[in-house]
């Protein structure tokens, strides 16, 4: 497909796969661990699923397309596609890393890294003048989550690029929130976008995946070794359905955003809501830096209610979302981050964060706006009657 096509007509067409002997316009699954060597001197374009396979080539060409870099990697799930770019680290190297990472992304660096001599800083990536002050001689990496999770705190891409670049850091982005419908970090200087594929890329709640996406060569001859060398690729069967799931990506995540605005308008007014945190509403504090970097506020929001009880009973009334971990799927998602998304994070470490146990996390799906506003107002309505019993 030509570079100058819209995002849309990419997603769709952008394999511009056509079976040359059967016309099917969907990609064969290829099953086939290993390949055949016509030529005795020469090995062929594939020699083995582990380093690399026809469907998934067409997977890993496609998300690096759309997020704008050279080269595109498919992994098991998002932690190892995470984990396998913390593999360019060596030992006596410094992370600096946004301090409201994804659970998982905390678990790694604080449990598993710290044992390969790897450290880390967590620093509020917000305020630029504490990235500037956690760089470290040995720093080699920024690490940054925008919007983040689970409080959709914002962090200024060109800002902490252009401090990563001063100190001759590489910038790593976890683009799951946002995906490259909306944000598109290379474009603004970073050198290695993530991916949890397993939510908005795939969408229905069907997959486990990972992408990872690099800037330039260099940086793809290191993923693509690390790949192939840790292993933790993407089966063929889920790389078809990511491939299936990402077409219907932008009609999903606009219908989803625009539902997801007006719930955290509702949200908003709602007596019973003490903070809405959705970088779609104006109030929020990082809501001009989002959006001269994304070109929408996407479809997660998250809403504090007044303690553990309440949210309690907020969780136990409403009907439509599942309660759940995970987001970007066709149904609305609803989260506890502090027993889910966040459990492998001290309470102490995690209320410091603003994380507290009435926090709550909405992934909008697509139900109707309607149904799922009634049925919020209903929930919220038992909450609150079951809040002035206990008092
Ligand atoms: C889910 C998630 C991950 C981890 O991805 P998995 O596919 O579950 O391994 C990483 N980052 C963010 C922001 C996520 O939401």
Redesign the pocket.
Known sequence: MGIHHAFDTKLVHRSGYIDGVTGAVNPPIHYSSTFHQSSFNQIGEFDYSRSGNPTRKILEETIADLEGGTAGFAF???????SSAFMLLSAGDHVLISQD??G??YRIVTEVLTRFQIEHTFVDMTDLDQVAQGIRPNTKVLYV?TP??PLLHITDLKGVIKIAKANGCLVFV?N??MTPFLQRPLDLGADIV??????FLSGHSDV???LAVVKNDDLAKKVGFIQNAFGSVLGVQDCWLLLRGMKTLSVRLQQSSKTAEQIATFLVKHPLIEEVFYPGLTSHPGYAIHHSQAKGAGAVLSFRLPDRECTKAFVENVRIPVFA????AVESILSYPATM?HAAMPKEERERRGITDGVLRLSVGLEHVDDLLEDFEQSLQKAIRFAATIK
Do not use: W
């Open positions: 098991s799930s998002g932690m190892a596609a995470i990472v994804y998982g992304t989550e983040s999770n976890d799951t929130f993530l991916h949890s594929a397993t939510k486990v995946a990972g971990v995970s987001l970007g998304s």
